[in-house]
């Protein structure tokens, strides 16, 4: 998908793109509302060219790169660092400044998406830890609950736990918080 706001230049880059072997299966504005189009279109890398991205643009990106993420490539005349780094905090995979070289172009989109992918499952990895360390609290603090009304040590109220999750077939950590909120209503 090609996000571009001077149509002539869109042309340019979008022949360039077709040139590389590469299909552009949507052009638009910047002012657009990209996330349903992005969405709709299911586009493999967004590809965005513009002369210096401007707050708003990089707002877009952002919101963009939150509710449907993409790899996105920027070209940009604008060099300065602080641009530069808020485009890659707005979730942009390639900044690229020196401008567009039919040769380059899938080089750097092939870096661009391996960058995407690569981050995308640090996040993945992420928050798979946080949900685990999230569950493992709420293990502790049933096995806790266990413990103090029912007088058992660490591990019996743990082989508790698991006991009732493999009877209702459920997770420990469903059933750690379903006695957690048992108790809840029992105070």
């Given amino acids: 998908m090609l996000v571009d706001d001077d149509p002539g230049r869109a042309i340019v880059l979008k022949q360039a793109l077709s040139d590389a072997g590469h299909r552009v299966v949507g052009c638009f504005g910047s002012d657009e509302d990209l996330p349903p189009k992005v969405t709709a279109l299911d586009p493999d890398v967004i590809v965005i060219d513009m002369a210096a991205p401007g707050r708003d643009a990089l707002e877009g990106m952002h919101r963009l790169h939150g509710d449907t993420p993409r790899p996105i490539v920027m070209f940009s005349e604008d060099a300065a660092s602080a641009t530069i780094h ?13 401008g567009l070289q039919r040769e380059r172009i899938t080089p750097i989109l092939e870096v ?31 096995k806790g609950i266990l413990m103090e009304q029912r007088g058992l040590d660490e591990e019996a109220a743990y082989q508790a736990l698991r006991r009732m999750a493999m009877e209702r077939r459920r997770r420990v950590g469903e059933v750690a918080r379903d006695v957690i909120d048992y108790a809840r209503m029992l105070i």
Wanted: hydrophobic residues 50%; positive net charge.
């Fill in 86 to 98: 808020a485009a890659v905090r707005a979730g942009v995979s390639a900044y690229i400044v020196d």
């Fill in 112 to 142: 661009a998406i391996a960058r995407f992918r690569e981050f995308q499952a640090l996040r993945d990895e992420l928050a798979e830890i946080k949900h685990t360390l999230a569950e493992r609290k709420l293990v502790d603090r049933a």
